[in-house]
């Protein structure tokens, strides 16, 4: 599934195709991805300006002049296609700007999701009201931690999943990020010093910030809106790499949480 850097670095690409341009044609191939596109898609947004994209946590934002704001997830295959030179079975919405640029919405598996909210209504979208901060953003801290994860029994990786302590990390980032701060992925939140959560909050920003520039990582058929692959993933320090060396000379594990794989090192992660 494309994660945090995945999405941001679809948004960013979008920016120079999207940005101020108006959508001169809204084509929905299809009834519905995930859910059904909303009925008024085509009328609410065909002839309106794009005047910003962003993103919250996993999702995408597109907002236009008329006040309205597309929010997108991309599933678990999901990304959008520039200029397309055929439209394929899989390319379920198009987007065409006055610049004469297509953009067609890609989701061979249909576990994406395409809405239209108010734009001064986005931050009480649904999935958005109870998320935590952003992990790139101020108020991802270690006293914001530390205060979050008091009293917490429940294992730090598990903690850093719930999007309602922060939004938008997934679990090939949070793998990483514990690696980097030399943090069990067993181990308690609510027993974890302010010191090391300053090392994990560090980290996470670390990971995510290189994954972004590396274009994301390369999972199953995800790829940036120009079709290049994200390369983070030839800088994964432990996960995927079951059995390999870490860089301290042990052997990386393996172990199943919640139906999610952990990859660790048992020896630069001992608390």
């Not at 920016?15 to 995930?34: F, I, K, T, Y």
């Not at 079975?89 to 067609?104: F, I, M, N, V």
């Not at 090392?199 to 290049?228: C, F, M």
Request: proline share 6%.
């Amino acid at each position: 599934m494309p994660e945090l850097p995945e999405v941001e670095t679809t948004v960013r690409g979008l920016v120079p195709v999207l940005e101020g341009r108006r959508l001169v044609s809204v084509e929905a191939r299809r009834a519905d991805l995930r859910r059904a596109f909303p009925p008024d898609l085509r009328q609410r947004l065909t002839g309106a300006t794009v005047t910003r994209l962003g993103r919250r946590a996993k999702y995408g934002l597109i907002d236009t002049d008329r006040g309205d704001t597309m929010v997108f997830h991309l599933g678990m295959s999901g990304r959008w296609r520039i200029d397309p030179g055929e439209i394929g079975a899989h390319d379920h919405l198009l987007l065409d700007t006055d610049a004469g640029r297509r953009l067609a919405l890609n989701d061979p598996r249909r576990f994406g999701s395409v809405d239209l909210v108010r734009t001064d209504a986005v931050p009480l979208y649904g999935p958005f009201v109870a998320m935590g901060p952003e992990p790139l953003g101020e108020e991802f801290t270690a006293e914001y931690l530390a205060a979050v994860l008091d009293g917490r029994s429940a294992p730090i990786k598990a903690l850093l999943l719930d999007q309602r302590i922060v939004a938008g990390l997934g679990n090939i980032y949070v793998c990483e990020a514990l690696h980097m701060a030399g943090i069990a992925p067993s181990r308690a939140g609510g027993r974890i010093s302010t010191m090391r959560l300053q090392r994990l909050v560090d980290a996470v920003k670390i990971v995510l910030a290189a994954a972004i520039e590396a274009g994301g990582s390369t999972l199953r058929d995800y790829a940036r809106p120009d079709g290049e692959l994200g390369y983070f993933s030839k800088q994964w320090r432990v996960y995927g790499r079951e059995g390999e060396a870490c860089q301290c000379g042990a052997p990386i594990r393996r172990r199943s949480d919640s139906g999610r794989s952990t990859f660790f090192c048992a020896r630069c992660q001992r608390s």
